[in-house]
Structures are given as C-alpha cells and as structure tokens.
C-alpha cells in the first residue's frame, strides 16, 4: 500500500480487557473511549460462518465446552461470550464478522481482522475470511487489514482476494520472516513489541512494510516505538492510551 489509511492506535478485541473480547459490547467500549480503529480474531463455525473468537476452544470466554470451530453457528450463536467477564455483560453473544463489518462500515471504523484459524483448516479459514472481508467491504473506502501467524492462511486470502492488505504476524523472529512476508505481499509486518529495534525496523521498513506492534500496555513501551519510527501500536489499555495522541 502507497498510503497507509490506518489510524495509529488500535484497540485490542475490541476494548482489551475492559469489556468481554470479541463481542460487539466490547467494540462499543472501544469506540466510547474513542478508538476508530480495532483488531478481533475471526475463525470458522463448523458450517463456515465466520465469527469472532481468540482461543480454540469455547471455555475461557464462553458457556460453551470444547472446540468453537465444530460447532454450527446455530449452536454458538446461542452461547454467552459475556457472563465469564462480569455480570454486567451476563448474555452477550459471540458476534459474527458480519455483525462486525456493519458496525465498523456505519460508523467509519476500521478493522484488523486476524485470522485465527482451528488448526487444520488454516488454508479454508484464510480464504473464506478473505472472500468474506471482500463482500463485506467492497464499497468501503479503507478495506480491512488481515493479519495471520500462519502463512498458509495468508496465502489463502492472497489467492482468494489479493487486493485485501495483509500483514504477517510473529511472535519470534524465526528464519526467513522478511522473505515470507515479501512473498505474501504484505503490506506491514506485526510484532511482538518487544522484537522491534532499530535493526529490525529498518529491515522491515528497507523492505516496504509497515511495522506494527502487539500487545503494548505500559506508557515506556509506546514511548519505545514511537521513537524507533513504528506505525502502530494494539492494546488492551484504552482507558490509558488517547487514540490521537
């Protein structure tokens, strides 16, 4: 991308931890604190609904039991993504993309969807999350980013939908990361914040990519990358962070 039209900060899961992840009541919590810009995981129902989860399976931050990629979307979509964070969101249910998508396009919001597929279905998830992002947003000015750990995934939603922006996420620098990101066509790549230096940031940035960071809670950690040049910063804290500072 020759211009980045992404805002600086964005919110993690939608409000971090001030609200239940992933659920649109923590988009609100976001966009309260005046965030307009926000990340959230998406994976598969059994019958290839895309909808918003972090982990494999149901337990942590739903009523469900088990992995959330075998279930249909009629069975998740009756869960309660809520209660497990406090009583006052006792009954909020898991969203969709679509749901998401509606929120953000409405209000000029902007989205990093991170692909987060049920191992095994990295390619299927990659592609159906791209064709979906692609229907969801195809008159939308800014379309979302999608971010992955997992190449395959986003060799999928490259194949799929190669004009989508997509970025590579890492969580170590393991070998051959700048030239899989090159091969991806990505357009930024997301650290782990405590990755970036002033050597790695000027790979990433000789290379063309935008450098983005993950998950960054402490003020002398946001401090640290505005001074190494970075592009953007995902946290939790939007009770402590100004998304226009």
Request: hydrophobic letters at 45%; glycine letters at 8%; one cysteine or more.
């Amino acid at each position: 991308m020759n211009a980045w039209p992404y805002p600086r900060w964005i919110a993690h899961r939608g409000a971090g931890k001030l609200a239940p992840e992933n659920t649109m009541a923590a988009f609100r919590v976001g966009a309260a604190h005046g965030y307009r810009m926000f990340e959230c995981d998406v994976k598969l129902s059994a019958d290839g609904v895309p909808f918003l989860m972090h982990d494999a399976t149901l337990d942590r931050t739903s009523t469900g039991h088990g992995i959330g990629g075998a279930q249909s979307w009629d069975v998740l979509s009756r869960l309660d993504a809520g209660g497990w964070h406090s009583r006052a969101y006792a009954g909020e249910p898991l969203a969709t993309l679509e749901s998401i998508a509606a929120f953000c396009l409405n209000n000029s919001y902007f989205l990093n969807i991170e692909i987060k597929p049920t191992p095994g279905e990295e390619a299927q998830t990659g592609e159906t999350v791209a064709n979906a992002a692609a229907r969801l947003w195809a008159n939308a000015a800014v379309p979302p980013l999608l971010t992955s750990f997992h190449p395959e995934a986003l060799d999928a939603a490259k194949a799929a939908q190669p004009q989508l922006p997509r970025g590579l996420l890492l969580d170590g620098l393991w070998k051959g990361w700048l030239e899989t990101a090159l091969t991806l066509d990505c357009a930024a790549v997301v650290c782990n914040h405590a990755l970036w230096d002033s050597s790695t940031v000027l790979q990433a940035k000789s290379a063309g990519f935008r450098t983005l960071s993950y998950t960054v809670n402490d003020e002398w950690a946001a401090e640290r990358l505005w001074d190494l040049g970075t592009d953007g910063i995902i946290t939790d804290r939007v009770d402590l962070f100004s998304p226009g500072s």
